[in-house]
């Protein structure tokens, strides 16, 4: 960590909002999409939908608090300015957009997905009331092992797809707050 690191003393209040705003557009799209795709009731649906966007929103801004400080000031300058007045002071900020908001979709569908798996790690109750089992054959083993990836499997599309139309969503809202 830098030396100079500290607390912003102005917080991105309209980010915080348009924040929530994307929270409040990607929790029913994601929510439909774990309820069709991997057969939730929509109660757990919406549970696991609303888990994953604020666990990953909260990470999100933790992350852009710490690295913030780090950036070059032509960044910094950009990005209040993009922040605070919706608008860039350089033409060349495009691809730097364009590889940050990659990099965003990416980490984001993988922060998304490695919650969710902990969620329902956790939350499975046959895991707790699992009594000792007898042994298996390895017929049994492998059944479930393919078992266990093909969900695994289901999963990570499920998640990609739900992010993917999330983030769809989000674009096209910007796309109409810029005009």
């Known amino acids: 960590m830098p030396d100079n690191w500290m607390l912003p003393r102005i917080f991105p209040i309209g980010g915080f909002l348009f924040d929530f705003l994307f929270v409040l557009i990607a929790i029913p799209i994601e929510a439909y999409v774990l309820h069709s795709r991997l057969k939730f009731d929509k109660k757990t649906s919406t549970f696991y939908a609303i888990s994953i966007n604020l666990f990953s929103s909260v990470i999100g801004w933790f992350i852009f608090f710490v690295s913030e400080p780090m950036l070059p000031i032509q960044i910094k300058s950009e990005l209040i300015n993009y922040m605070f007045f919706n608008n860039f002071k350089s033409a060349n900020t495009q691809p730097l957009i364009i590889l940050t908001a990659c990099i965003i979709f990416f980490t984001t569908f ?69 005009k």
């Open 110 to 178: 993988l922060m998304k997905f490695f919650i969710l798996r902990v969620l329902l790690f956790s939350l499975n109750e046959s895991f707790a009331t699992k009594e000792e089992e007898p042994k298996t054959s390895q017929r049994l083993q492998r059944r479930r092992f393919t078992t266990l990836n093909f969900q695994n499997t289901n999963l990570v599309t499920t998640i990609l797809i739900a992010n993917s139309l999330s983030y769809t969503a989000i674009t096209i809202i910007l796309l109409f707050r810029s």
